[in-house]
């Protein structure tokens, strides 16, 4: 427990006014450094999982707001909605990309919860977090139930021995079914292979937007005590074999960049206890030891972190003082040369990448207009920098001295790395998505990645989405009616390889209705037929200069175009989609010719039918094997890869 009390421990209860007081003490302390940090049952170390959109970042926000850490309603209102949802992305695009840590204190006893992303290209996040946890608290839609990525995480800590305390988030649906839900949960831990006592899980139903919780579905209180009392009872404290000093061993799960501290490092201590400015090393089974000087020991407190002299096991800690450190390594002691140092333990395993892209130079007529960042160097350090934190992710340099091969867990995995550079000044060419294959060691054959697909649309449209998936080669699962909704549901097993620009697809299909879930299912052997992806060609400009009204109007006959007038375009861009399979070559900049006759039908002018708006994710599902895409701080432009084209011109 914290050595000295807290600097503001508010008796306020669970929002204003009400009369269900529960104390809380904040983990802040405006007193000096503190001297320890507590163990065993007096921490709780809990990962938040779930499938993507099923309320867990807001439910943490209930957390957060109903424990203290805001100093008032006018601090809570300064913070937003989905504070943990800190970045621009997450935040524009609904969805935790990040694992976060933060802590709270309740009744004593102080719990570090880490929001975990819900999406299955963000696996990568939710293994390296698990590292850090005892238990996990299991978020589950109240009407959709357990979803692909919910069996993908839920596996994950079940192989880790952990319990669940399950959530039924969203109890105030009007469609909410919480039996049914509860009963396919159960179920899923059953296929799962759980022990009996992970299947004895207990259940707590909520609803994180209204702050609000109960252990019956029709009686909730109006607070979230009743979740924050489950997790004291249902969670286990940290499980510690020895708390001797020069037992250390904290396995690093997260790195951190402070602007004066350099490089941090995040890890859990699993046994001994660690002091700032102790001499420790870093270990590792496949590495060379690394040594150094502890600079600064932090524990998770509220939304920040908060300096300490010592930290035991149990807790998750913050270091700096080792500008070396990096996910997998083991924090150890160091005194009298290690002579007595603990082993290393097992690194973070993460699953295999299944899709690659390359990123390399910008060779394009209009490259080094806009970006800061520009040549092969300052692209491959922010490359390697990447892996730092992104453990899923795998970055290889190619033949060509200008362009890596980057790899990753889907495509949005890959496109969030490319906005995220694109915001930070860097201009880049880009290829297209292709999935990684596999050689099976006992048949010797090639075998390619497969999909779980999940895809809930209105009825109406269930016969387009079906055809699609089986021009992609999927295999059917499960079909069936989803009550009270009037939607249908279809579950296929689909190569990842069919996988890329499906979404649009079905998105056009079903007229934006589709709701698609999936997740990586297994390696399977190769198809040998080609899938097929994009049914229509592109319109590509005829020449190199500024499109033109005169030139639109011509060219919008023969498609949707990308592109406005005075946009510059050159030889071989894409300017738009074609109408029928094949490309075609169009004059986007051709001028009206001028002469001294009136013409007949001069007064009659044709409109120009507004440009596609084609975002990132959109340009990455178009592009085809033989194209390519040019990305910088403010435009996306697509365009024929001349290296391609130059290889078919000489058979």
Known sequence: MLATTSAFAPTVGFGVGRQNQCRFQSAVADAPTETSVGTGTEIRNIAVIAHVDHGKTTLVDALIRQSGVFRDEQQQNEAGERVMDSEDQERERGITILAKNLAVMYNG?????????????????????LNMADGVLLVVDSV??????????????????????????????PSARPE????????LFCELGASDEQTDFRVVYASGLNGIAGHEPDTLKEDMSPLF?????????????????????????????????????????????????????????????????????????????KEVEEAHAGEIVMFAGLPDVEIGDTLVTNENSGANAAEPLPPIAVEQPTVRMTIGVNKSPLAGREGK???????????????????????????????????????????????????????????????????NEETGKMEEPWESVEIRAPEEYMGSC??????????????????????????????TRGMLGLKSSLLTATRGTAIIDSVFDSYRPKIAEAIQARDKGSLLA???????????????????LFIEPGDDVYKGMI??????????????????????????????????????????????????????????????RMAKNPAMAGKKSKK
């Open 575 to 636: 300017v738009g989609i074609n109408q029928r399979p094949g490309d075609l070559e169009v004059n986007v900049c051709k001028t009206k010719a001028l002469t001294n006759m009136r013409s007949a039908n001069k007064g009659i002018t044709t409109g120009i039918t507004a440009a596609v708006d084609m975002s990132l994710d959109a340009c990455v599902e178009y592009i085809a094997a033989d194209e390519i895409m040019e990305v910088t701080p403010s435009l996306f």
């Open 109 to 129: 006893v102080k719990m570090n919860i880490l929001d975990t992303p819900g999406h299955a290209d963000f696996g990568g996040e939710v293994e390296r977090v």
């Open 373 to 439: 960042f520009l040549t092969s160097r300052m692209i491959r350090d922010r490359l390697f920098k990447e892996l730092d934190r992104n453990v899923a992710l795998q970055v290889r340099e190619t033949e060509s001295a200008d362009r890596y091969e980057v790899s990753g867990r889907g495509q949005l995995h890959l496109t969030v790395l490319i906005e995220t550079m694109r915001r930070e000044g860097f201009e880049m060419e880009v290829g297209p998505p292709s999935v990684i294959y596999i050689e």
């Open 180 to 187: 049914y839900v509860v009963d396919k949960v159960f179920d």
């Open 466 to 495: 079906v055809d699609i998936l089986n021009q992609r080669k999927g295999e059917l699962q499960d079909m069936g009616l989803e009550e009270g909704e009037g939607m249908s549901i279809v579950k296929y097993l689909v190569p």
């Open 229 to 305: 009392d489950a997790i004291l009872e249902a969670i286990d404290g940290p499980t510690i074999e020895k708390e001797e000093p020069e037992a250390l061993q904290a396995l690093v799960s997260n790195i951190d960049f402070d602007n004066f501290k350099g490089k941090m490092g995040i890890a859990r201590i699993s046994n001994g206890s660690v002091k700032a400015g102790q001499p420790v090393a870093l270990v590792h089974p496949d590495k060379e030891k690394k040594t150094g000087r502890l600079g600064g020991l932090f524990v998770f407190d509220n939304l920040g972190k």
């Open 542 to 560: 005829f020449a190199d200069g500024a499109s033109t009204t005169f030139g639109i109007e011509g060219a919008q006959d023969r498609g949707r």
């Open 144 to 173: 959709e139930g357990p979803k692909p990525q919910t069996r993908f995480v839920l596996d994950k800590a079940l192989q880790k021995g952990m319990k669940a305390l399950v959530v039924v988030n969203k109890i105030d649906r």
